[in-house]
């Protein structure tokens, strides 16, 4: 059976990730630092997959401490690197703690397997796109100057995996560009799990209509959209999950070039106002919203092209809004009355 070693493993990505890997057949080999995701996650995964995945702590931003864990996991065939820190608003107050572990993380677990032959998946973003001129988005589409340290970290981390490609290493590496990721495991074991206000739009509606918020402000409804307010590609967390599989997969085949970039969305947009009216007649719940100025640093729309991976990874999404608005309310009123 292949190890996977799955940074940031206990996160909202990666606990989905680690569950379809065990589907899959991989071994995942989680390791986190707890900084923003809770241990008991690494029961719920037990409960859903009936297997304990070996769970490393250790801060990645720790060059010791990586290196050892490189000893430790020294047969393992592929990294899917989730570890991060993503608050773009936080970023912008404190972007050396953003550079110091987005990119030391990164370089540490390059450095302690390098001359291994390992599998590489990085988590990117759509905001290496910024706003894109061209919609829907792909692959080619220039990268715009970032808005934030956060989509700065990303860009540099592409750019870092690709020198390193070039450079003749034993590496694959897939970077992986996330629209946006909403939704939970269908058993209502795992889901996000935002610390302090959510800044994201799906939890922010799930804890209005439970009661944790007073209400949803929605930002903007004068943008040049049909509604008025912005527009995103909205993924469920395991058709995203699945991607990373399917990743992989890919490039266990022989003729994988040295590193590749994928979409990873469903190729359509919707609308905030539409994601709540989609929410309300999915759950029955009516939302206490209001519209509200612009949020800063925002992009009007961007959706992505999604036919690349569709094609070269034999992945495409088949999960839709009414399924991730369904089951990130399932999780929601889980963990309301399960708190971790
Ligand atoms: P998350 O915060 O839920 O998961 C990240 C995990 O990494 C957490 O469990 C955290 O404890 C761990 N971690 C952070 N720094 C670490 C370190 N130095 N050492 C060890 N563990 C560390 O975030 P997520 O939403 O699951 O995102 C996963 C990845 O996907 C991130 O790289 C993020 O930037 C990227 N991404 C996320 C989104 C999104 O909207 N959620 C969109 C695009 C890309
Ligand atoms: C979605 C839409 C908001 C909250 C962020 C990062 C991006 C990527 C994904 C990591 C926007 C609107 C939100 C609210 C609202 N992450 N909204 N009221 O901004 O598309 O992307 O997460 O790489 O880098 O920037 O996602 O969920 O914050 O917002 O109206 O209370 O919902 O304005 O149009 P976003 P989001």
């Not at 307010?229 to 999950?241: F, G, N, P």
Request: with cysteine; charged share 20%.
């Amino acid at each position: 059976m292949s190890k996977i070693l799955v940074t940031g493993g206990l996160g909202y990505i990666g606990s989905h990730t680690v569950v379809e890997l065990i589907n899959a057949g991989f071994e995942p080999v989680i390791v986190d630092d707890l900084s923003n995701s809770h241990p008991k996650i690494l029961d719920q995964i037990i409960k859903i997959t009936g297997r304990r995945p070996v769970f490393h702590q250790l801060d990645l931003s720790d060059e010791h401490g990586v290196q050892n864990l490189a000893a430790a996991e020294h047969d393992i065939t592929g990294i899917i690197h989730f570890a991060a820190f993503k608050a773009v608003g936080e970023s912008v107050k404190e972007p050396l703690k953003y550079y110091r572990n987005n990119i030391y993380s990164l370089l540490n677990l390059l450095n302690a397997y390098y001359s291994r032959p390992v599998n590489f998946v990085f988590s990117s973003s759509c905001t290496v796109y910024g706003q894109p001129d061209v919609l829907p988005v792909t692959e080619n589409a220039p990268v715009k100057p970032a808005e934030s340290p956060y989509g700065n970290t990303k860009q540099i981390a592409e750019e870092i995996l690709k020198d390193m490609v070039a450079s003749g290493t034993n590496y694959k590496v897939t970077a992986l560009r996330y629209f946006n990721p909403v939704g939970a495991h269908d058993s209502a074991l795992i889901g996000e799990l935002p610390i302090g206000v959510p800044q994201n739009l799906v939890p922010f509606i799930t804890q209005t209509a439970i009661g944790k918020r007073e209400k949803i402000t929605v930002f903007g409804d004068d943008y040049h959209t049909a509604d008025g307010s912005c527009v995103r590609d909205y993924i469920h967390v395991v058709d995203l999950a699945k991607a990373h599989v399917a990743a992989l997969k890919l490039m266990q085949e022989n003729d994988f070039s040295g590193y590749d970039v994928f979409n990873i969305g469903t190729g359509n947009g919707n609308s905030v106002l539409q994601i709540i009216s989609a929410f309300e007649r999915v759950t029955g719940v009516k939302l206490n919203y209001s519209i509200g100025s612009r949020r800063s640093g925002d992009v009007e729309q961007v959706w992505g092209d999604v036919s690349k991976a569709e094609k070269q990874l034999h992945w495409k999404a088949g999960l839709g809004i009414d399924a991730m608005m369904a089951s990130a309310w399932a999780w929601e009123k889980y963990i309301s009355q399960n708190p971790l």
